[in-house]
């Protein structure tokens, strides 16, 4: 159980250009969803949390009008880069925690993007 | 402030016993979880720990003492699949998990 699917796994684009990124928790309801980026060699860094119905809450030197994130319902959840630029190549992950508050989180397989 | 302490990297042989140690301060604690995170791909739920003491699953087993803010994970019969990084991540008051860079375990034959 608690399965996460993150799709694409992988995909290029071209510098301007703006990708979409879906997180599914598939057997289980996940009211909070986590958006990661981990460049190699390093720590997860948080992004941003996503709420079912509201807002998403944007850590600290994230841009929320570049990392756009959707969370329309209890199983879906989505990021989508736009305008992106090379340095925005990276590892990205999503994750999701079941309903109870001390859930563990599980985790999508993650997309590795490329901007060229 | 919020911070994780774990050993950058360790070495162990195949069959053997590893603890990889973990100390942390967050601000409010509810619980502590160990992943695995093998290169190029996403962090895996290994075990979760709220009470003080021994969790036991298969090969893996993690403790915890919240009053010294200490925990560890004990792999044991370890096989080359375990050459991973593994990631201590307490949850703090407001539920979120803090994330320190990991602990990159090499098993050698």
């Known amino acids: 159980g608690a399965v996460v699917s993150q799709h694409p796994s992988w995909v290029i684009c071209k510098s301007g250009t703006s990708v979409k990124i879906e997180c599914r928790s598939l057997?289980?309801?996940?009211?909070?969803m986590f958006w990661y980026r981990q460049f190699p060699k390093q720590s997860l860094m948080l992004m941003a949390t996503s709420n079912e119905g509201s807002k998403a809450t944007y850590e600290q030197g994230v841009e929320k009008d570049k990392f756009l994130i959707n969370h329309a319902s209890l199983t879906l959840s989505t990021l989508t880069v736009t305008s992106a630029h090379p340095e925005d190549s990276s590892f990205y992950i999503c994750?999701?925690?079941?309903?109870?508050?001390?859930?563990?989180?599980?985790f999508g397989n993650g997309t590795r993007l490329t901007v060229t | 402030g919020q911070n994780i302490d774990q050993p950058t990297e360790m070495t162990a042989t195949e069959g053997a016993i590893v603890q990889i140690n973990c100390t942390y301060q967050?601000?409010?604690?509810?619980?502590l979880f160990w992943y695995q995170q093998h290169a190029g791909e996403a962090p895996t739920f290994l075990s979760y720990?709220?009470l003080d003491g021994l969790e036991e699953k298969g090969r893996f087993s993690s403790f915890l003492s919240r009053s010294k803010g200490y925990s560890y994970l004990l792999l044991k019969e370890l096989q080359m699949k375990d050459s991973a990084s593994y990631l201590c991540?307490?949850?703090?008051?407001?539920?979120?998990?803090?994330w320190g860079a990991g602990t990159k375990l090499i098993i050698k034959p």
């Open positions: 057997d289980f309801q996940a009211t909070t």
């Open positions: 720990n709220v």
């Open positions: 994750s999701a925690r079941g309903l109870e508050g001390n859930s563990p989180l599980h």
């Open positions: 967050t601000s409010g604690f509810n619980g």
């Open positions: 991540a307490p949850m703090d008051s407001n539920y979120q998990l803090i």
